[in-house]
């Protein structure tokens, strides 16, 4: 192939490099230019374009796509069109890819001119979801490189194995302290866990947390047909002969790994069970399961769903791409590192918690007037709130305006808070949300993140949540409690800003709460403070004539 600048009278047959334009004349870039083109082009008073000229041997760019293409696919695999230089290979049925990486990444050595991008190893596919991609980066590819290309390539260096309609057992183990609604939630998550992967529940049950209990339920599930065991415990297993491990090999089961290199998902146990022509896989979950977001569970559950095998060795080699996003159901690693300590710093450094105070709205309930600018006892009931904070063990406070934001400001001058404007505060209570999130300082460990128009909230309300948060035993979420009703302000642990991000409108992050019970602890209060604020004249009315002695 000849790349260059052409003249006019010798372009015809050059593929143009650059869309070109002359006198209401538009050839697009890949056209081919034929002597229809070059008289007008020459009429238009052109000289030269810029373009490739294909010598023989030389195949086009969509020809060499489509035939890289189709000696990559591997079963259930397909292939898209190949347009442009690409030809795109498009998962047949929802699976685990299965990448010969180093085929891959061989071909890719030999010449710029040809590019094959894939999915990592193992990935889980949707069904219809592109698995990987050949581009041609030149108009056209020489027959040397292809010959070096398909020969490296060999058959079929990605396929897909595609998810079998496994059966599931699901065994939950129970203790004093765990609540219902926390084994409903991870039930119902792990069910999510087993639909998207094609598979059926086909028991769901509950036992003591001890080993006879565990070994009963495990020889009940496999007499049902389950031909893979889940096992979430009560509490986290740590070490091999824990009680779930040892209910297992007492139920005739063989512990074949302990522990991934994948955070989150570390404590994992995997083991298996001789029954019949195949062995029936066993997985002790660890404490992450009980979050929807990925985790080292879902890499293990998605490779046994599509009938690839998983042993010592495959989980011991996850580790390097095994540091994954945040998720709720775990501090991050990094998080673990620098703050293994209680918030009460009686074992090493005390823990930052920081006040977030949501002052932004445009208080249209109460009328014409600016509640947060109303007074109680002589006070703006934003400085009264702002004040209670000011006086905690908050180590950091932020206040978010937005309506009215010089009168809110005035209103908490000389306070040692840092102020943050929200210019979307119409928008609803998440943007502000955010806003106050993001500003905070990167060595915070949680916020505790309260309303502007609470005026009963004091200190005291503030450093219990502190005091209860303790991201070691998952107590992530601080929530204030009277007689069962839960209120406000609410303790979050840093591992949530992120998913903070997610949430629109006017709301705040309360759907969050409901979707991590597990990490949620209650801080019991006497009085009715965590559930009052104040957003009509009505309720304004109340407070005030309660309040008066």
Not at 300 to 321: T, Y
Not at 439 to 452: H, K, M, N, Q, T
Request: aromatic share 2%.
């Amino acid at each position: 192939m000849k790349f260059g600048s052409f003249a006019i009278d010798e372009a015809a047959g050059i593929i143009l490099a650059h869309t070109t334009r002359a006198d209401g004349l538009v050839l697009k870039k890949g056209h081919v230019i034929t002597s229809d083109d070059v008289a007008a082009l020459s009429a238009a008073g052109m000289t030269d374009v810029i373009g490739a000229r294909l010598e023989e041997g030389d195949v086009p760019e969509d020809e060499a796509a489509a035939r890289i293409a189709r000696q990559v696919a591997g079963a259930n695999v397909t292939l898209s069109a190949a347009r442009t230089g690409r030809c795109n290979l498009l998962a047949a049925h929802a699976g685990v890819v299965e990448i010969n990486a180093a085929a891959v990444t061989a071909a890719n050595l030999i010449d710029e001119c040809v590019t094959i991008a894939t999915l990592a190893d193992k990935d889980a596919a949707k069904a219809g979801q592109i698995v990987a991609t050949v581009k041609i980066i030149t108009f056209a590819v020489s027959a040397d490189v292809m010959a070096r290309i398909e020969s490296t390539l060999g058959p079929a260096a990605v396929k897909l194995a595609p998810y079998a309609p496994k059966r599931f057992a699901l065994i939950s183990t129970t203790a004093p302290g765990l609540k219902a609604s926390v084994m409903a939630s991870t039930e119902e998550i792990t069910r999510e866990r087993i639909t998207a992967l094609g598979g059926t529940t086909l028991s769901v049950a509950r036992a003591g947390h001890n080993a006879a209990d565990v070994t009963r339920e495990v020889r009940a599930a496999l007499a049902k047909g389950a031909e893979i065991v889940l096992i979430v415990g009560a509490s986290a297993t740590v070490d091999r002969g824990d009680v779930v491990p040892a209910g297992i090999v007492a139920a005739g089961g063989v512990i074949d790994h302990f522990g991934m290199p994948v955070d989150p998902g570390n404590l994992l146990v995997l083991a298996h069970v001789d029954k019949g022509p195949v062995p029936i896989p066993i997985l002790v979950l660890p404490g992450c399961a009980r979050s929807p977001k990925l985790n080292g569970v879902d890499w293990v559950m998605q490779r046994l769903a599509a009938g690839i095998a998983v042993g010592p060795k495959d989980i011991m080699a996850m580790g390097v791409g095994g540091l994954l996003v945040d998720t709720p159901s775990r501090p991050l690693p990094r998080e673990s590192a620098v703050q293994t300590r209680t918030p009460s710093g009686l074992n090493g450094p005390e823990l930052k918690v920081a006040a977030v105070i949501l002052a932004a709205g445009q208080s249209r309930r109460m009328g014409p007037s600016n509640k947060l600018l109303m007074e109680i006892d002589g006070m703006p009931l934003v400085r009264r709130t702002v004040a209670a904070l000011c006086a905690s063990k908050a180590s950091q406070v932020i206040v978010v305006t937005g309506h009215q934001e010089p009168e809110v400001r005035a209103a908490l001058k000389g306070l040692e808070v840092q102020i943050i404007h929200n210019p979307r505060y119409a928008e609803g209570l998440s943007t502000s949300l955010k806003a106050g999130i993001d500003a905070l300082a990167p060595d915070i460990a949680a916020a505790v993140v309260g309303l502007g128009d609470m005026p009963g909230v004091t200190a005291d309300h503030v450093n219990r949540l502190i005091a209860g948060f303790d991201p070691e035993v998952e107590k992530a979420i601080g929530v204030p409690v009277h007689n069962g009703n839960r209120g406000n302000p609410v303790l979050w642990a840093r591992r949530f800003f992120e998913d903070m991000h997610g949430v629109t409108g006017d709301v705040g992050a309360k759907a969050l709460i409901g979707a991590n019970e597990s990490l949620v602890y209650e801080v019991e209060f006497g009085d009715t403070a965590v559930l009052t604020d104040l957003d009509t004249p009505e309720q304004w009315s109340d407070y005030l004539s309660k309040s008066v002695p």
